[in-house]
């Protein structure tokens, strides 16, 4: 191919590419079981977990957990119930398999409340 002046242009290519998801996202029915599972066993101290797939910043697959705690748990408790939630949590699920990393978020529901923030509603997921 040459350009107008007769120059021979050399076409540049480029590789194809293709987007990668990870296997987790065909797996969200095993994930919300864990996540109910997680929920159910540290209840009262947990009202709900939400959680979102996508890429953290470095351009890698993650899983982004929000933890909704009741006012006592984070009064007296943080420390302990976060450090169980999160060891439970990817004990329950294979993360390494899934192609994920695993990220928390916890926030109180007197925080909440205050926030108003839409992806911490328990309606989601």
Known sequence: MQDIAGREIRQRCYPKSEMYLP????KQPQINAAVAE???????WVKYMRFDI??????????FFRVMLSDDAVRNRL???ATRVMWRTTDRLDLPN???FPYFDFRSESEQAKLREPAWEPSLN
């Open 54 to 63: 996508g890429q953290d910043w470095s351009g890698g697959w993650a899983i």
């Open 38 to 44: 997680v929920v159910n066993e540290f209840s009262p």
């Open 98 to 100: 899934l192609g994920l």
């Open 79 to 81: 420390g302990d119930v």
């Open 23 to 26: 296997i987790a996202v065909q």
